[in-house]
C-alpha cells in the first residue's frame, strides 16, 4: 500500500484509510474521512478521502497495511543540542518575566539514522495503547509520522463539542508532590482559561474539576470542557478556532508571538506533524487529536520531537529533564 493514514479511538476501535486520497476543504457527508494537516494548517484541503476505508483489528492491521514481515527498525539517536534549545528558552523566558508573554511551547527534535528494519512494523504497537489515547498515523512511500496521543482537541456530534486541557507533566511517583506543583497547575490552567474563553464565545462552558492523568508513563493534568454550540459550526472551523492551543503553542495567541513561535520551530527543526491537528469523521462523529507522542521518519532520517511549556516558573534543567522523559516515553510506547 503506497499511502494510508490510520486512527485507533480511545474505545479500541481502529480504521485504516487508504490511498490515495480525495483532498477537500470540507468532510462531504462525514462518512470515514480522515482531517490531516501541519502544525501551521498550511493545507487548504485538509480533509482526506480514502479509496477504501477498512475496520482493523491487532490482528490483522498489518497485513490489511499491506506491511511487510520486516523487523522492527533499529534506530541510532544523536545526542541533543543544547545550545538552540537554551537559547529559545532563555528568551522565551525574558519575555514571560516581563509579563509580554505568558506562555509558549519550545520543541527540542532528536534525530536518529534507521539502521536496519522498517517503521511500519510499529503500527500494531499503536493498537495496543492506554483506553485515554488515541493512535494516528499517515504514511506514503518513502515518509510517514505515527504516535500515540492523550491529548483531544475537540470532539464533536452536532452542537456539542467537548475539549480537554492536558498541561503540566511529571514522572509518576509521590502524587501529592505533583498535586501540589505550582508551576504545573499554573501551566495547566492557562490552558483552560484559553480554552474556556474561545468556547466560551460559542455557547455556555462547564469544566470539570482538574484531576491527574497517567498517560504512557508520565502523569498529567487534565480538565474536561463541554459546550453546547448557540449556532451550528462545521467541525473544519472549529480546528483554526481552538488550534494551537497553549498546550502546544503560546498566549497571547497573537500574530507576533504566532510568528515567533514558527521561528523557534523552525530554528530547532521541528517535523510539522508535531501538534498538528489529526482526526477522522464517521456517522456525525468528529474526533480531532493533538499529534504528539510520536515519530516521523523520511527515508532512513527519523525525528523524535517533544515540547515543554515555558511560564514564569520555569527553570532550564527541570524542563530539559521534561523533555527527556516525553522522548522516553514515545520509545516505550512505541516499543523502539
Known amino acids: 500500500m503506497t499511502e494510508f493514514a490510520f486512527i485507533r479511538l480511545p474505545d479500541g476501535s481502529a480504521w485504516l484509510g487508504e490511498g490515495p486520497f480525495t483532498s477537500s476543504d470540507h468532510p462531504g457527508d462525514g462518512q470515514g474521512v480522515f482531517y490531516i494537516n501541519d502544525f501551521d494548517l498550511s493545507d487548504p484541503a485538509p480533509w482526506k478521502r480514502p479509496a477504501r476505508?477498512?475496520?482493523?483489528?491487532?490482528?490483522?492491521?498489518?497485513?490489511?497495511?499491506?506491511?511487510?514481515?520486516?523487523?522492527?527498525?533499529?534506530?541510532?539517536?544523536?545526542?541533543?543540542?543544547?545550545?538552540?534549545?537554551?537559547?529559545?528558552?532563555?528568551r522565551i523566558r525574558r519575555e514571560v518575566l516581563a509579563r509580554r508573554l505568558e506562555k509558549m511551547v519550545p520543541v527540542l527534535t532528536e534525530s536518529g539514522e534507521i539502521l536496519d528494519g522498517c517503521p511500519?512494523?510499529?503500527l500494531s504497537r499503536l493498537m495496543e495503547g492506554a483506553p485515554n489515547?488515541?493512535?494516528?498515523?499517515?504514511?506514503?512511500?518513502?515518509?510517514?509520522?505515527?504516535?500515540?496521543?492523550?491529548?483531544?482537541?475537540?470532539?464533536?456530534?452536532?452542537?456539542?463539542?467537548?475539549?480537554?486541557?492536558?498541561?503540566?507533566?511529571?514522572?509518576?511517583?509521590?502524587?501529592?508532590?505533583?498535586?501540589?506543583?505550582?508551576?504545573?497547575?499554573?501551566?495547566?490552567e492557562i490552558v483552560v482559561r484559553y480554552l474556556a474563553e474561545r468556547l466560551g464565545q460559542l455557547g455556555e462552558v462547564t469544566r470539570e474539576p482538574r484531576h491527574a492523568?497517567?498517560?504512557?508513563?508520565?502523569?498529567h493534568f487534565q480538565s474536561t470542557l463541554r459546550v453546547v454550540l448557540r449556532e451550528d459550526a462545521a467541525p473544519g472551523e472549529l480546528v483554526p478556532w481552538l488550534h494551537p492551543t497553549p498546550a502546544v503553542g503560546c498566549l497571547p495567541?497573537?500574530?507576533?508571538?504566532?510568528?515567533?513561535?514558527?521561528?523557534?520551530?523552525?530554528?530547532?527543526?521541528?517535523?510539522?506533524?508535531?501538534?498538528?491537528?489529526?482526526?477522522?469523521?464517521?456517522?456525525?462523529?468528529?474526533?480531532?487529536?493533538?499529534?504528539?507522542?510520536?515519530?516521523?521518519?523520511?527515508?532512513?532520517?527519523?525525528?523524535?520531537?517533544?515540547?515543554?511549556?515555558?511560564?514564569?516558573?520555569?527553570?532550564?534543567?527541570?524542563e530539559w529533564r521534561e523533555l527527556r522523559l516525553k522522548r522516553e516515553a514515545v520509545l516505550k510506547l512505541l516499543g523502539i
Open 213 to 219: 492523568l497517567q498517560a504512557g508513563g508520565l502523569r
Open 133 to 188: 489515547s488515541w493512535g494516528y498515523a499517515h504514511v506514503n512511500e518513502k515518509a510517514g509520522f505515527m504516535g500515540l496521543t492523550p491529548e483531544l482537541l475537540f470532539r464533536s456530534q452536532g452542537r456539542q463539542v467537548e475539549t480537554m486541557a492536558l498541561a503540566g507533566t511529571a514522572k509518576p511517583g509521590d502524587q501529592k508532590d505533583f498535586d501540589l506543583d505550582v508551576k504545573e497547575i499554573e501551566e495547566h
Open 253 to 318: 495567541r497573537e500574530d507576533k508571538w504566532l510568528l515567533k513561535l514558527r521561528e523557534y520551530r523552525k530554528q530547532l527543526g521541528v517535523p510539522g506533524f508535531f501538534g498538528s491537528p489529526f482526526g477522522f469523521m464517521k456517522d456525525g462523529v468528529c474526533q480531532i487529536i493533538v499529534a504528539i507522542r510520536g515519530i516521523s521518519w523520511e527515508g532512513k532520517k527519523v525525528s523524535l520531537p517533544s515540547g515543554c511549556g515555558i511560564v514564569g516558573g520555569s527553570a532550564f534543567d527541570h
Open 53 to 90: 476505508l477498512h475496520a482493523v483489528t491487532a490482528e490483522n492491521v498489518q497485513s490489511v497495511a499491506g506491511i511487510s514481515s520486516e523487523a522492527p527498525p533499529t534506530i541510532a539517536w544523536a545526542k541533543p543540542a543544547t545550545e538552540w534549545f537554551k537559547m529559545a528558552f532563555r
Open 120 to 122: 511500519l512494523q510499529l
